[in-house]
């Protein structure tokens, strides 16, 4: 029986990815105007993320730092100026304010409705804080929890701490290798929200058990809760209804005057 349920938050409930997309086609485009072709840009970007990934992890200071190393790989001189740009470029990815996926709000009002919710995100933390400081459903939240890095170990001391068995906890994610792969390990069940991913987060092996796909969290909200949407006729005979009973109440009204 599922008890409780964890939710991811980059790609899951906000739209995270997409932010990192737009810097690095901004850095492209900043670059070409030194002669630089745009794919070279993305190939030298690309290469030196997943290298300070090796040191930095989902650390903030890691992307500034890729944004400068990619402009002195082309530009060796470039001056402070350059710099503090391209850095720019990626704080950007911080500070903008990341939007809800299509969805979200109605698929967090159904599960909390039925079950207890808790964010497990990882990343840094002073930015996850921040993006969750942004959710206009923070306070239906059972608790959050940020992580340097989700793993077996980390799914299982949650539970734990929070006194469920794992497999009566599902994990909603958009990774494989971050929510689903060390959930399903812990014991858990776990559900993948298919979506446009970072290449180090998709990659991982899907689990032969205990794991589901679903093409939204909405959709996976409704199985898990049990709801069936109205169907256009019920949606039609509610307006039908609503629209008798406001002619009903003015006529009433006429009369009484």
């Known amino acids: 029986m599922i008890k409780a349920i964890f939710l991811d938050m980059d790609d899951t409930l906000i739209v995270n990815t997409v932010l990192y997309e737009q810097a690095a086609a901004v850095l492209s485009g900043y670059m070409h105007h030194y002669g630089v072709p745009l794919p070279e840009t993305r190939q030298i970007l690309d290469k030196t993320d997943r290298?300070?990934?090796?040191?930095?992890?989902?650390?903030?200071?890691?992307?500034?730092?890729?944004?400068?190393?990619?402009?002195?790989h082309f530009v060796p001189k470039a001056?402070?100026?350059?710099?503090?740009?391209?850095?720019?470029?990626?704080?950007?990815?911080?500070?903008?304010?990341?939007?809800?996926?299509?969805?979200?709000?109605?698929?967090?009002?159904?599960?909390?409705?039925?079950?207890?919710?808790?964010?497990v995100t990882q990343g840094d933390k002073e930015v996850q804080e921040t993006r969750i400081s942004h959710l206009?459903?923070?306070?239906?939240?059972?608790?959050?929890?940020?992580?340097?890095?989700?793993?077996?170990?980390?799914?299982?001391?949650?539970?734990?701490?929070?006194?469920?068995?794992?497999?009566?906890?599902?994990?909603?994610?958009?990774?494989?290798?971050?929510?689903?792969?060390?959930?399903?390990?812990a014991g858990m069940h776990a559900i993948w929200i298919e979506a446009h991913n970072w290449a180090l987060e998709a990659s991982a092996e899907m689990p032969a058990e205990r794991m589901y796909k679903f093409s939204s969290l909405l959709e996976a909200s409704r199985y898990l809760t049990?709801?069936?949407?109205?169907?256009?006729?019920?949606?039609?005979?509610?307006?039908?209804?609503?629209?008798?009973r406001r002619k009903i109440r003015r006529i009433l009204k006429e009369k009484a005057a």
């Open 51 to 72: 290298d300070l990934f090796k040191t930095q992890g989902y650390s903030r200071e890691r992307y500034p730092e890729v944004f400068e190393r990619v402009l002195k």
């Open 226 to 244: 049990d709801y069936k949407p109205p169907s256009e006729l019920d949606v039609l005979r509610n307006r039908i209804t609503a629209h008798v």
């Open 79 to 119: 001056d402070e100026k350059a710099i503090t740009t391209v850095r720019e470029f990626a704080e950007n990815v911080f500070s903008t304010v990341a939007k809800l996926k299509p969805g979200t709000l109605e698929a967090v009002d159904l599960l909390t409705a039925k079950f207890p919710v808790y964010i």
């Open 136 to 185: 206009p459903f923070k306070k239906k939240l059972s608790d959050i929890f940020v992580v340097e890095k989700k793993s077996v170990d980390v799914f299982a001391n949650i539970v734990r701490q929070l006194g469920y068995r794992p497999q009566e906890v599902v994990m909603i994610g958009d990774s494989l290798k971050s929510d689903v792969a060390p959930s399903v390990a």
